[in-house]
């Protein structure tokens, strides 16, 4: 297995794209964040809503503009100007879950793009919400699907 990022001298390096065929690609990136029981029913009897604003909306937004910007966050991504790029976040329980699906036509993927995006939107969550409780924990950030360019990939169901 060879890390793509290295060069030969094992130096940290771009990967060239220049000779791969542009295809659609798409991922989806999840992420979640548990509140503390106590939390979750006072977030649910405030409609989602904190001191600062509507919580959920207000993490959709910061997770499309993260993913969008991720080629300024992680130093060997191409700059991608996203064609779709999609934040959904559901409360299940004590745990919101948020997926963010991303697509573009080029020569790389948007597995980054759609990683940051969830991540993003969990941190502001957190932001959102830290005045009630910082036992909020952000965990089981995951590629879930990608598909386009070289190979696809679906994993098992999270652990």
């Given at each position: 297995m060879t890390?793509t ?25 999840e ?8 939390v ?10 904190s001191?600062k604003g ?17 080629h300024e966050?992680?130093p ?9 790029c ?17 697509s ?6 948007v597995?980054?793009e ?23 924990v952000?965990?089981a ?19």
């Open positions: 890390l990022h290295l060069d030969q001298d094992l130096h940290p390096t771009m990967v060239d794209v220049g000779a791969k065929p542009v295809t659609r690609r798409t991922a989806v990136a992420a979640r964040v548990l509140f503390p029981a106590a979750a029913a006072e977030l649910r009897g405030n409609g989602m809503r001191a509507p919580i959920f909306d207000t993490a959709i937004i910061a997770g499309v503009m993260g993913a969008k910007r991720t966050l992680i060997f991504c191409h700059p991608l100007g996203l064609e779709n999609q934040v959904s976040i559901d409360l299940v329980d004590d745990t919101a879950v948020i997926r963010c699906t991303a573009v036509h080029h020569k790389t993927g597995e980054m759609a990683l940051v995006g969830a991540s993003i939107a969990a941190l502001t969550i957190y932001d959102m919400c830290k005045a009630l409780s910082h036992d909020i952000i965990t950030t995951r590629l879930v699907a990608k598909e386009g360019g070289k190979s696809s990939y679906a994993p098992g169901p999270a652990s």
